[in-house]
Each structure stands twice: as structure tokens, then as C-alpha cells.
């Protein structure tokens, strides 16, 4: 389970050199020049009239013939069919399964695109969002951070179906814009030794009396632990509970059985070594259940942490908040630092669990760990009273899910537009927000810039899933004193 240390990366590659010269603007008919990518990984070319196509497989500043197969009055959509003029920043796909033919895995879909040339467009893709959406622009440009680009995705959902015409059953992500599951022997982007259990997995269903009835399985892998999550819509025999077991033991998988809701998880045995990941600068060790969140890549979150809590600087002196704190992946590294810690999260089953979490760490350390608390609110109904409530800390930590934390952005933007409140209540002086989403992030930044006092310090992408479109990022906020 070894793989190469996540860094901050100073690299940061372009094609432009790659962009094509005056003298290609008169292309044969039906060539296209690429422009760029959108968020989907899909080349942009234009008409010469300017319509607007979409070309999946093609690369930025590549000219390629596309076959169309949908039109619209302003775009094209289509997909690449040969390359005339090749990028210099196209790679040799590391996974059989990807591609465009029929069947191929939708699990990634920028292998065919160099490493440092992902996280370069992710770069613009991120600095784009906040210009057009939220009309920011970050006075400091992070390094990216990035990771291994293979054998880093320790969180996965894989997909389970009988195929009756095959005789097999097929474990993996989905095929390409299809209901379909992908015939996947292989999975670079899963730890190696997950990705040699795919086959094994494929044969132990198979014989399984329940192969009908059991549509999933979830990866939680830990640094010591492979859990898997067996969803089953009907009780388990006897025998099928005996061949888990089997398997269990040749493969070293701890087994989970979900029955229906994330609720009903349970071990099938108990006993043995806890499923947990460990933050090493820190001291910390985050226990977990494997259908809570954590993030996917264990090698950049160390990178991410590290880096959001160095942007905060928390001192003893200091209170801090943890909003959408979840398990406590930040919040007890702050404890380290800072002298108050409060960790907010909408879900009470992860405070409970981080709750448990601060007590373990708390007894395992020769140095305590500050003052920390940990409450459940709904984050998504936020308002100026609840914020008032909650007390005035020094800096935030902000790491909400897709849907942002707009909420609160606005609830802080409002108390800043209330100038009687203000010896009351003093807001936060700096804000590291981490975000799984550019496009909400954005619109938060503008609430903050525009109507919250803020600057827009630093901003950065998190390479947290290599060879997809996905863009994690980070970015700073300042208010002046």
C-alpha cells in the first residue's frame, strides 16, 4: 500500500506552445482547432461561424475531424475520430478500460491528458469560476497540490451486476455515459492490491447464492485496514456468509454488510484492528467508519491539511471555528495549535463520532489538546443569530460538501452590513475555506469579497482525484483590521 508522498507542486504546464500558428486559421473542411477543455474534459472548437462544438478525446490546441451526434442552435456536441495535429501534452492512458470505445470505464476521463497538464487546467478552470462567477481574483496563486497519479483512490463505490447472457458477474465503475458496469479486470487508479481483488471479488459474487440481489460495494481503505461493504437487498445464507468469510481471511478484507439505509452497517465479525488513517505532523489518529466521510486520496489530505492549517496560523491565544467539521480531520489538528477549538457539523452520528475521536486522541497524547467542542447544526439554514450565538472567533476553517456554504457566507455578509452589531459581535480576520467545488466557491468568494469586508488572498487547486475533471481547491480570506 506504499505509494509516492503528496507535495505541493510548483509545476504548472501549459500547451500554449502548442497553439496553432495564424497560419492555420483556413483548416481543411471539417477540421477543427481545440481551443481548451471544459469541466467535463472536453475539447472546445468553434465553426467558422462561430458555433461552438464539444469534442470528447480531444485535447486543447489539437486539430481533430469529430463525428457530431447532437446539435443545438449555438453548440455541438461530438466525440474525436482522428487527430491531425497531436498535443505534446497527450499520454499513453495507464488503464485498458479507459477510452471512447464501446464499454469503456467513465471512472476517469483525462488519462489520455499529462499529469501536470491536468492540474494546470484545473488551475484555470478554478481561477476562471471565481473571476466569472463570483468577479474575484486571488491576489496569490497557490501551488497546486498534488499526489500519486495512480493507486490513490481508497474511497470508491463499485457498482455489482449479474450479466445472464455473459454468465458473470461485473464489479467496477460505470461504462461511459452508460447505466451499463464497465467489464473491468483492472483499476490503476484503486491500490494495487484492491485492483488485484477485482477478478477474485468477480468469482466470489458469482458463486454467492444472493449475486442477484447484492448491487454494491463500497471501498474504506485505512493506513492498516481494507474494509468492504457488501449492500444486500435480501438476508444472507449461511453459506454465502461463510464464503465472505473465506474470502475475508485469504484476501485481508474486513467485511461490512449494509441491509438498507448507511444505518444498518455493521461488522460481520467483531474483533480486530480498527479502520482508522493517521495524520503524522500532527499526533492524530481519526478512526472512521467505513461509510463516513473521509476523503479519497489519504496522500494528498495530509498535503491539504497541513497546508490549510499553516494558511490559518492558529495561535494559543486564539479561538477557532470548524465549519462542516465532520469526522474532525481539521479540527483536531487545530487543537494542537490554537487555544479554542469549535467544530460545527450538520450530521449528529460524525459528532458523535468526532466526539469519540477527541477523546482517543486526547488520551494517547503526552501534550493535551486545547479546549475543543463539538456541536450538530444545520449549516445550510444559517442566519445572522445563530451566527452571533456561536461567539466571535479569531479565524475559520470552511470545508462544506458540493452545495457550498452559502448560507453562512451570506449570514457573516449580513452582520457586515448591520454596523450596530459590530461591538457586539467581531468576525473572523481570516478564512481558509476548502472547497470541492469551483463553481460555489465562487459565488461564496463574491459574497465575502463584495459584501463581507474580505480580500481574496490566496487560491489554489487540490489535485485530490488525478485523471478526472474533478477540481478540489483552497483558497484564503483576509479582512483588515
Known sequence: MTAPLAHENSLLTTARDDAPSASEASLPDGWLAVESLDIDAQGIARRPDGKVVFIEGALPFEVVSTSVHRKKNNWEAGVVTAIHRESSQRVRPGCPHFGLHAGACGGCKMQHLHPSAQVAIKQRVLEDNLWHLGKVKAETLLRPIEGPSWGYRYRARLSVRHVHKKGVVLIGFHERKSRYVADMAICPVLPPHVSAMLLPLRELIFGMDARETCPQIELASGDDVTALVLRHLEPLSVDDVARLRAFGVQHGV??????????????????????????????????????????????????????????????KNERVIDWFCGLGNFTLPIATLAGEVLGIEGSETLVARSRENLQLNQNDRTAPLSQTAFVARNLFEMTTDMLVNDGVADKWLVDPPREGAFALA????????????????????????????????????????????????????????????????????????
Not at 267 to 280: I, M, V
Request: aromatic content about 10%; proline content about 7%.
Open 410 to 481: 451570506k449570514a457573516l455578509a449580513d452582520l457586515h452590513q448591520q454596523p450596530g452589531l459590530r461591538g457586539k459581535w467581531t468576525a473572523p480576520r481570516r478564512i481558509v475555506y476548502v472547497s470541492c467545488n469551483p463553481a460555489t466557491l465562487a459565488r461564496d468568494a463574491g459574497l465575502l469579497v463584495h459584501q463581507a469586508g474580505y480580500r481574496c488572498t490566496f487560491a489554489g487547486v487540490v489535485n485530490m482525484f488525478s485523471h478526472t475533471a474533478h477540481v478540489e481547491s483552497m483558497a484564503v480570506f483576509e479582512r483588515d483590521a
Open 254 to 315: 474486513q467485511w461490512w454488510l449494509q441491509s438498507k439505509g448507511p444505518d444498518t452497517v455493521k461488522r460481520l465479525e467483531e474483533g480486530g484492528p480498527t479502520l482508522s488513517y493517521c495524520l503524522p505532523e500532527f499526533g492524530i489518529t481519526m478512526p472512521f467508519k467505513p461509510t463516513d466521510f473521509t476523503q479519497v486520496n489519504p496522500y494528498v489530505n495530509r498535503v491539504l491539511v497541513s497546508r490549510a492549517i499553516r494558511l490559518l496560523d492558529p495561535q
